[in-house]
């Protein structure tokens, strides 16, 4: 029984020496880094839905008030030309989908940019909204296709019946008149089959696009690097650059996995520096449960 006892103790001392080094490997700090000149700052950022009808307790009305103006501060410390949102939902029933708690808060806060990849929600699902400067891009286009058998149909179901996911896409003009596309993608969690298909369907959604103009992909794709989800846009010539650490941290500063968040690219655009994550609170609180991914980039 001792004997036992001991290897018993011993596998959960490793266990938790394990743990502690995944920790420390994903925790690296990564403090805020300056715009490099003459390049273009693209982010992700999953920013949580807002539940409501609960008053109080994680994601309701009353943490929503908490967490807006640590929001709005991680949002000027990214300072990116480009920031695609996931998960910017006021969730809610009997009418409550034509509440967007987030996107109202951060467009009265940021008179400087303009928001691509959103409409009527009646039509365009308005979750995934691109956020950008105007003063430098001009919007010529925008669009979305759900992760599904039925992609064109809004609010359509995964290819398992789960809740809905989908990507957004806007096309833009920068001041020296190149053209691109950002995609801005958030896969279901817990279906590895869902998350292949899903970037079954993106990698034929954007092989047009691609092969005329630069695209990025970004967003929350529920997957590390080396994983097969985001290996299928690999094989279509989309390049992710590593985002160190963790970007999901449970909403407590708790960073167990590598990144799940990403930036990625087609050949043709070029990093300037890391791509890096950008950990830690603002005005001393959690503005969500995942960090911003933030690069640098030139266009061909």
């Given at each position: 029984?001792?004997?036992?006892?001991?290897?018993?103790?011993?596998?959960?001392?490793?266990?938790?020496?394990?743990?502690?080094?995944?920790?420390?490997?994903?925790?690296?700090?990564?403090?805020?880094?300056?715009?490099?000149?003459?390049?273009?700052?693209?982010?992700t950022y999953n920013v949580?839905?807002?539940?409501?009808?609960?008053?109080?307790?994680?994601?309701?009305?009353?943490?929503?008030?908490?967490?807006?103006?640590?929001?709005?501060?991680?949002?000027?410390?990214?300072?990116?030309?480009?920031?695609?949102?996931?998960?910017?939902?006021?969730?809610?029933?009997?009418?409550?989908?034509?509440?967007?708690?987030?996107?109202?808060?951060?467009?009265?806060?940021?008179?400087?940019?303009?928001?691509?990849a959103i409409g009527d929600?009646?039509?365009?699902?308005?979750?995934?909204?691109?956020?950008?400067?105007?003063?430098?891009?001009?919007?010529?286009?925008?669009?979305?296709?759900?992760?599904?058998?039925?992609?064109?149909?809004?609010?359509?179901?995964?290819?398992?019946?789960?809740?809905?996911?989908?990507?957004?896409?806007?096309?833009?003009?920068?001041?020296?008149?190149?053209?691109?596309?950002?995609?801005?993608?958030?896969?279901?969690?817990?279906?590895?089959?869902?998350?292949?298909?899903?970037?079954?369907?993106?990698?034929?959604?954007?092989?047009?696009?691609?092969?005329?103009?630069?695209?990025?992909?970004?967003?929350?794709?529920?997957?590390?690097?080396?994983?097969?989800?985001?290996?299928?846009?690999?094989?279509?010539?989309?390049?992710?650059?590593?985002?160190?650490?963790?970007?999901?941290?449970?909403?407590?500063?708790?960073?167990?996995?590598?990144?799940?968040?990403?930036?990625?690219?087609?050949?043709?655009?070029?990093?300037?520096?890391?791509?890096?994550?950008?950990?830690?609170?603002?005005?001393?609180?959690?503005?969500?449960?995942?960090?911003?991914?933030?690069?640098?980039?030139?266009?061909?």
């Amino acid at each position: 029984m001792m004997r036992w006892v001991r290897r018993l103790g011993i596998l959960f001392a490793a266990l938790i020496a394990i743990l502690g080094g995944m920790v420390a490997c994903n925790s690296l700090p990564q403090p805020v880094q300056d715009p490099v000149p003459d390049t273009l700052r693209v982010a992700t950022y999953n920013v949580h839905y807002i539940w409501l009808d609960r008053a109080e307790g994680d994601w309701s009305r009353g943490d929503w008030e908490r967490r807006k103006g640590p929001l709005q501060s991680a949002f000027r410390a990214i300072d990116a030309d480009i920031i695609g949102f996931q998960e910017m939902e006021s969730f809610g029933r009997g009418g409550g989908e034509q509440v967007n708690l987030t996107l109202d808060w951060l467009v009265e806060q940021n008179p400087d940019y303009a928001v691509a990849a959103i409409g009527d929600p009646a039509d365009f699902p308005w979750t995934q909204p691109i956020f950008y400067r105007p003063a430098r891009l001009t919007l010529l286009d925008q669009g979305w296709f759900f992760f599904s058998d039925t992609p064109d149909v809004i609010y359509s179901r995964t290819f398992n019946g789960s809740w809905p996911a989908y990507a957004t896409w806007a096309e833009f003009a920068d001041r020296d008149g190149t053209i691109f596309r950002v995609y801005n993608v958030h896969t279901e969690y817990r279906s590895g089959s869902n998350r292949r298909l899903s970037m079954e369907l993106t990698a034929d959604r954007i092989a047009g696009p691609m092969t005329g103009m630069p695209v990025f992909v970004i967003g929350d794709f529920n997957a590390i690097r080396g994983s097969r989800t985001l290996e299928i846009l690999e094989e279509v010539g989309v390049t992710f650059w590593p985002a160190q650490g963790s970007t999901f941290h449970f909403n407590r500063g708790l960073n167990l996995f590598p990144a799940i968040d990403h930036i990625g690219g087609t050949g043709g655009i070029a990093p300037v520096g890391e791509t890096f994550t950008l950990r830690g609170q603002f005005d001393g609180e959690w503005p969500t449960d995942h960090y911003p991914v933030i690069g640098d980039f030139t266009l061909p």
